[in-house]
C-alpha cells in the first residue's frame, strides 16, 4: 500500500474519550490530595485496567537520573518482553514525581503496584507505574494506596471516567489531552473485517526536550500483536513524535511511553500480514504526533508553535543536531516570540551545530515564502515574513542540500510569562 492509501484507511479522532474507546479496558480517576494541599477536588490518581492479559512496550527518558517509577517500568517490561508474564494496567498519579527519592521511593513505586494489583486479583509484576510533579519529595503512600482503593472501585469502560483518568495525570497542563485512530483489517481496501482501535491519553507542558520530556503518553489498543512487534511499532512512533519535539530544552526525570495490547478486537497484526503492519505502524505514529502537538501547543506560558523541517543532511544525525540546534535557540526563540522573522538568528544556529554546512547552497522559508535561496537574501518579501511569523502556527523550512536525510521539530517560542511562572510568581 501507499502511504496516501495507507492514510485513507485511518480516521482520527481528536480529544476522544480516551483509553475506554479500545475494548476491553476499564479505567478510573480519583482524587486522593497527594500534593497535601487539601484539596480534594482535584483528581491525581488514575487506574488503566485490562482483566484480559495484555502484550506490552514502552519507551523512557534517557535522563541519567530516572525516578523510582521508570526504574521500577524498566524492570517490568524487560521480565515482560522475557516471556516471563503478561501485563494488565497501570496505575499513574501526578503531584509527586518520586524522583531523587533513594530506596524508599523504589519500595513505594513496588507497593502502589503490589496494592493496585493485589485488589484487582493479579501479580504485582503484570503493573506498571508512573509518577510526574515535584522532584525529591517522598510519595504520600497512604493517601495513593487510599486513591487506589478508590479507583478499583470506580473502574469503568465509561467515557466518564476514562476522562477523569487523563485529567488525573495533568501537572500544569492547561487541559486534558486525548485522541483515538481507528482502522479495519480484513476486508476489501479496509472496508469490512474488523475494526482496530488504538487510543491513547498524554501529559506534558513544561521541561519538554526531545527524548523524551517530563510527559505520559499512555496508549491501549484491542489489536492482538506479539511484544517484540508491538515494541518495534511503538519506537518508530515515539521517534516520529514524542522525541520530535522541544519546549525548554531540559529533558525530565520520568518520561514515560506505554501501550498494553490486550487483543479484544479480534484482529491480529502480524508480520505474516505486512499490509496489518503498516496500518498498524501509520495509525500508532498519528496518534502518537497529535498527542505529542497537543504537548507542545500547552507549553507553559508558550504563544506560537512552530514547526521546522530540516531537509538534505548528509545524515539523520545532522538533521537532528540542527534542528534541535535552531528549535532550542533562546535567540531564535525569542524572535518567534516577537512575531521578529529575525532570519539570522536560524541560520547562526544551524552553522554553530557544526554540521559542515554550506551556506551559498541553503535555501530557508517561512511556510512557503522564501526567505533564503543559495546564499541570497530574498529582501522583498519581508512583509510576507511577517505575516507568517505573526501566526500562533507556521512552518520554518530549512533546506541545505546536501543529502537525503530530514528531521521534523515540533518546537514554540520563548516568553516573559514562562520565566515568571518557573520562577514561582
Same mark, same amino acid.
Given at each position: *500500500?501507499?502511504?496516501?492509501?495507507?492514510?485513507?484507511?485511518?480516521?482520527?479522532?481528536?480529544?476522544?474519550?480516551?483509553?475506554?474507546?479500545?475494548?476491553?479496558? $476499564?479505567?478510573?480517576?480519583?482524587?486522593?490530595?497527594?500534593?497535601?494541599?487539601?484539596?480534594?477536588?482535584?483528581?491525581?490518581?488514575?487506574?488503566?485496567?485490562?482483566?484480559?492479559?495484555c502484550t506490552a512496550a514502552g519507551t523512557f527518558t534517557t535522563?541519567?537520573?530516572?525516578?523510582?517509577?521508570?526504574?521500577?517500568?524498566?524492570?517490568?517490561?524487560?521480565?515482560?518482553?522475557? /516471556?516471563?508474564?503478561?501485563?494488565?494496567?497501570?496505575?499513574? =498519579?501526578?503531584?509527586?514525581?518520586?524522583?531523587?527519592?533513594?530506596?524508599? /521511593?523504589?519500595?513505594?513505586?513496588?507497593? *502502589?503496584?503490589?496494592?493496585?494489583?493485589?485488589?484487582?486479583?493479579?501479580?504485582?509484576?503484570?503493573?506498571?507505574?508512573?509518577?510526574?510533579?515535584?522532584?525529591?519529595?517522598?510519595?504520600?503512600?497512604?493517601?495513593?494506596?487510599?486513591?487506589?482503593?478508590?479507583?478499583? @472501585?470506580?473502574?469503568?469502560?465509561?467515557?466518564?471516567?476514562?476522562? $477523569?483518568?487523563?485529567?488525573?495525570?495533568?501537572?500544569?497542563?492547561?487541559?486534558?489531552?486525548?485522541?483515538?485512530? @481507528?482502522? +479495519?483489517?480484513?476486508?476489501?481496501?479496509?472496508?469490512? /473485517?474488523?475494526?482496530?482501535?488504538?487510543?491513547?491519553?498524554?501529559?506534558?507542558?513544561?521541561?519538554?526536550?526531545?527524548? *523524551? %520530556?517530563?510527559?505520559?503518553?499512555?496508549?491501549?489498543?484491542?489489536? @492482538?500483536?506479539?511484544?517484540?512487534?508491538?515494541?518495534?511499532?511503538?519506537?518508530?512512533?515515539?521517534?516520529?513524535?514524542?522525541?520530535?519535539?522541544?519546549?525548554?530544552?531540559?529533558?525530565?526525570? +520520568?518520561?514515560?511511553?506505554?501501550?498494553?495490547?490486550?487483543?479484544?478486537?479480534?484482529?491480529?497484526?502480524?508480520?505474516?500480514?505486512?499490509?496489518?503492519?503498516?496500518?498498524?505502524? %501509520?495509525?500508532?505514529? *498519528?496518534?502518537?504526533?497529535?498527542?505529542?502537538?497537543?504537548?507542545?501547543?500547552?507549553?507553559?506560558?508558550?504563544?506560537?508553535?512552530?514547526?521546522?523541517?530540516? +531537509?538534505?543532511?548528509?545524515?539523520?544525525?545532522?538533521? =537532528?543536531?540542527?534542528?534541535?540546534?535552531?528549535?532550542?535557540?533562546?535567540?531564535?526563540?525569542? %524572535?518567534?516570540?516577537?512575531?521578529?522573522?529575525?532570519?539570522? $538568528?536560524?541560520?547562526?544556529?544551524?552553522?554553530?551545530?557544526?554540521?559542515?554546512?554550506?551556506?551559498?547552497?541553503?535555501?530557508?522559508?517561512?511556510?512557503?515564502?522564501?526567505?533564503?535561496? @543559495?546564499?541570497?537574501?530574498?529582501?522583498?518579501?519581508?512583509? $510576507?515574513?511577517?505575516?507568517?511569523?505573526?501566526?500562533?502556527?507556521?512552518?520554518?523550512?530549512?533546506?541545505?542540500?546536501? /543529502?537525503?536525510?530530514?528531521?521534523?521539530?515540533?518546537?514554540?517560542?520563548?516568553?516573559?510569562?514562562?520565566?515568571?511562572?518557573?520562577?514561582?510568581?
Amino acid at each position: *500500500m501507499t502511504k496516501a492509501e495507507i492514510s485513507s484507511r485511518i480516521t482520527l479522532i481528536e480529544n476522544s474519550s480516551g483509553l475506554t474507546d479500545a475494548s476491553g479496558f $476499564r479505567l478510573a480517576g480519583t482524587p486522593c490530595d497527594i500534593r497535601g494541599n487539601g484539596d480534594l477536588n482535584r483528581l491525581d490518581l488514575a487506574l488503566i485496567f485490562s482483566k484480559t492479559p495484555c502484550t506490552a512496550a514502552g519507551t523512557f527518558t534517557t535522563n541519567d537520573v530516572k525516578s523510582a517509577p521508570v526504574l521500577h517500568c524498566i524492570k517490568s517490561l524487560q521480565s515482560h518482553a522475557a /516471556g516471563k508474564h503478561p501485563m494488565h494496567g497501570i496505575v499513574a =498519579n501526578s503531584g509527586c514525581a518520586n524522583a531523587c527519592t533513594g530506596e524508599e /521511593g523504589m519500595l513505594n513505586a513496588g507497593r *502502589m503496584c503490589w496494592f493496585a494489583a493485589n485488589l484487582l486479583g493479579v501479580n504485582e509484576e503484570e503493573f506498571f507505574v508512573c509518577s510526574t510533579g515535584r522532584i525529591g519529595v517522598n510519595m504520600p503512600i497512604e493517601k495513593v494506596e487510599t486513591g487506589i482503593r478508590e479507583s478499583v @472501585k470506580r473502574l469503568s469502560n465509561s467515557k466518564e471516567e476514562s476522562l $477523569r483518568a487523563a485529567d488525573a495525570i495533568i501537572t500544569t497542563d492547561t487541559h486534558r489531552k486525548t485522541c483515538t485512530v @481507528k482502522f +479495519n483489517l480484513g476486508g476489501l481496501k479496509g472496508v469490512g /473485517g474488523t475494526t482496530v482501535t488504538i487510543a491513547g491519553m498524554a501529559k506534558g507542558a513544561g521541561m519538554i526536550e526531545p527524548n *523524551m %520530556a517530563t510527559m505520559f503518553g499512555l496508549l491501549a489498543t484491542d489489536a @492482538k500483536i506479539s511484544q517484540d512487534l508491538l515494541q518495534k511499532c511503538l519506537w518508530h512512533a515515539v521517534g516520529q513524535s514524542f522525541n520530535c519535539i522541544s519546549v525548554d530544552g531540559d529533558m525530565s526525570t +520520568n518520561d514515560t511511553v506505554l501501550c498494553l495490547a490486550n487483543g479484544e478486537s479480534g484482529a491480529t497484526v502480524s508480520e505474516e500480514d505486512p499490509d496489518s503492519v503498516e496500518l498498524f505502524k %501509520a495509525a500508532l505514529e *498519528m496518534l502518537c504526533f497529535y498527542l505529542a502537538k497537543q504537548i507542545v501547543s500547552d507549553g507553559e506560558k508558550i504563544s506560537r508553535v512552530i514547526t521546522l523541517h530540516v +531537509n538534505g543532511a548528509k545524515t539523520a544525525a545532522d538533521a =537532528n543536531k540542527i534542528a534541535r540546534s535552531i528549535g532550542n535557540s533562546m535567540l531564535v526563540k525569542s %524572535a518567534w516570540c516577537g512575531g521578529d522573522p529575525n532570519w539570522g $538568528r536560524i541560520l547562526c544556529a544551524a552553522g554553530y551545530a557544526k554540521c559542515g554546512i554550506d551556506q551559498k547552497s541553503l535555501d530557508l522559508y517561512y511556510d512557503d515564502v522564501p526567505v533564503f535561496l @543559495k546564499g541570497q537574501l530574498q529582501a522583498d518579501n519581508e512583509e $510576507r515574513w511577517r505575516e507568517v511569523v505573526g501566526k500562533k502556527e507556521f512552518e520554518v523550512n530549512l533546506f541545505l542540500n546536501q /543529502g537525503t536525510h530530514d528531521y521534523r521539530l515540533i518546537s514554540t517560542d520563548l516568553t516573559e510569562a514562562y520565566v515568571k511562572f518557573n520562577m514561582g510568581e
